[in-house]
């Protein structure tokens, strides 16, 4: 019995070691293929911070974590009122300077001139009768008949009613002259201050609202409706659908075979069998020292250059930060021949 187990313990040894090397050298021998380039890397996605442009106390939260949202949707709105209110203040400003240079352009109204010629004439005939009066008692009062003091009455009161003649004939010829042109430049100013003070304030409206800028899953809800938030106060995280990338490192024997827009498999652990398109989009010009995520014990101290692969048909089944293998078909000499 004992001759028979010795005799069975040999062949058992000799097809575990068989197995250990088919395992190890052979598997891979028979699998390897110089035409093919396989990396190692991590997925990528973008994260975006959504904020309001604006301080304000947030009115409506329309997402919860894990939601879909969709390019163009409206994800918060600050309580608007605020806004509203300054963008009717800017509104009714612009109005009034776009009266005020109206007027200034169309100058003075046939009956504002009419008017003043009457207050001309008026004056006119007040001055000659101070005058009359002045020069008679001017006459008289050698002869005692008109005191001093009244002469000097009637001598202020001709020079007071030419005085208000002079005012009404300048008042006149204002007005027939018509408005200067560096007060209509002046008004035109104002109305095109009155008209940034418009847009700003409906700039201001505008961002009481958050818009999705593409579509993408709700990671974080950070803030509810009440809360007072700042400009640039994160109010939502949001992952994007696309794009999405495979950071991926590659040795500098290997840098030469590889280039942008070269196509590319990437396989994950989830759905090996049915591996997602790609290309690579960016080669970094600079080495580095293989990252501590993907580096194996031998290549720690090894300089590497990173590359992006750009998955092509993104979908809910990568992940950020996911490990994947990436392969990278090459050409051939003959390839190369025929591309050339």
Known sequence: MKNIKKKL???VVLLIIA???????LKDSGKSDKNELTLYGNVDIRQVNLSFRVPGRVGKMYFDEGNPVKP????????????????????????????????????????????AIAQVNEREAVYRKAALLYERQKDVVNRGAVSLQALDDSESFKNESYARLETARENLDLLEE?????????????????????????T?????????????????????????????SAVYTLSLKSPVWVRAYVEEPDLGRVYPDMKAKVF?????????????????????????SVETTELRTDLVYRLRVVVDNPDEGLRQGMPVTVKIRLKNKADSKNAK
């Open 9 to 11: 313990a040999v062949p």
């Open 19 to 25: 197995g250990i090397v088919w395992f190890f050298f």
């Open 72 to 115: 163009g949707e409206v994800v918060a709105e600050l309580d608007a009122k605020p806004y509203i209110d300054e963008f009717n203040i800017s509104e009714a400003g612009l109005a009034s300077a776009e009266a005020i240079l109206l007027k200034l352009k169309n100058g003075s109204r046939r009956q504002e001139i009419e008017s």
């Open 178 to 202: 018509g408005t200067r042109y560096e007060e209509i430049m002046e008004a035109e100013a104002r109305v095109e201050l009155a008209k940034a003070r418009l847009e700003s304030a409906q």
């Open 204 to 232: 201001d409206l505008n961002d009481t609202k958050i818009i999705a800028p593409n579509a993408g899953t709700v990671l974080s809800r950070i803030q509810e409706p009440g809360a007072i938030v700042n400009a640039g």
């Open 268 to 292: 994950t652990d989830s759905r090996p069998d049915k591996p997602y398109e790609g290309h690579i989009g960016f080669i970094s010009p600079v080495a580095e020292f293989t990252p501590k």
